[in-house]
């Protein structure tokens, strides 16, 4: 039997955390302990054991399965994990009677390489649909120019990417949008000028993750959405974008977002 100990890390936006399974047959199953971790928007679930296999869980946190054991069902309250700081806030609802501290949960990562520059609103669509026109749009709420020439737009497929072209800047509080169909974007928004594309994959409406990279890819913006609350809640064929409430604040919090009031949303410019 296989064993492996997991402590103080950080899980993040996974389609399934950690697994405990018998990998070769009559080999028998495998053990984990994982004391002091977190685990935080599992798609599917944040672990999978099957019947020959056992996992332990202690003083852990997860927003979105109940881990056996004492331990929280909670949401972490990082301080900004879309920008990649995954320090927990001092005054964090998790802990209390399951979670004595904060001291050792997870792997209080801040590896931010956030150039002030993030995803602000997102047309998502059918993912089956070929002519399902999705797009996103940055925003840069910093002071200055930024040469986002060479960045890397992914979802969660890792197979699919969109590499920026060259000469790409976006100016002082101003937006960029990036889409799967310029002709169809055209003729929605003939106004709209700051747009590249095409990018080949479409965005589901449901369990979805974006990703968007510096050139030497360096994560710089990330989350997962999902059409259940926390998130906006509606059927994409209506219409409607999601759109950042704060762009300071954690984009990785379904709480942070509210449809567009405008049908079709309003890229290139302020949200509604």
Not at 12 to 20: E, K, L, Q, T
Not at 56 to 65: C, E, H, M
Request: aromatic content about 14%; charged content about 25%; glycine content about 6%.
């Amino acid at each position: 039997m296989s064993y492996g100990k997991i402590e103080s890390s950080t899980f993040y936006d996974n389609y399934r955390d950690i697994a405990c399974f018998e990998k070769n047959k009559g080999k028998g199953g495998g053990k984990a302990d994982v004391l002091n971790s977190i685990f935080y928007n599992s798609i599917n679930s944040a672990f999978y054991v099957d019947s020959l296999s056992s996992i332990s869980f202690n003083n852990s946190i997860s927003n979105t399965t109940n881990l056996p054991g004492k331990n929280s069902f909670c949401e972490p309250d990082f301080k900004n994990a879309g920008i990649n700081d995954f320090s927990i806030k001092d005054l964090s609802k998790c802990f209390g009677s399951d979670i004595d501290s904060k001291e050792n949960i997870g792997a209080s990562l801040n590896v931010n390489h956030n150039k002030y520059v993030i995803i602000n609103e997102i047309k998502y669509g059918d993912a089956k649909s070929k002519n399902s026109q999705n797009w996103v749009e940055l925003y840069n709420y910093s002071e200055d120019t930024i040469n986002i020439s060479g960045w890397i737009f992914k979802d969660m497929n890792d197979k699919k990417s969109y590499v920026l072209p060259e000469n790409v800047y976006i100016k002082p509080e101003d937006y960029f949008v990036i889409c799967n169909n310029i002709k169809e974007f055209q003729k929605n928004f003939p106004a709209i000028k700051n747009y590249v594309g095409d990018f080949d994959f479409n965005l589901n409406n449901d369990n979805e993750i974006l990703r968007l990279f510096d050139k030497e890819y360096n994560l710089v913006n990330s989350f997962a959405y999902k059409n259940k609350s926390p998130w906006p809640i509606e059927d994409a064929v209506k219409g409607k974008t999601i759109e950042l409430i704060n762009p300071k604040e954690d984009s990785s919090q379904g709480s942070n977002w509210k449809f567009s009031k405008q049908i079709g949303g309003t890229p290139g410019k302020s949200n509604s």
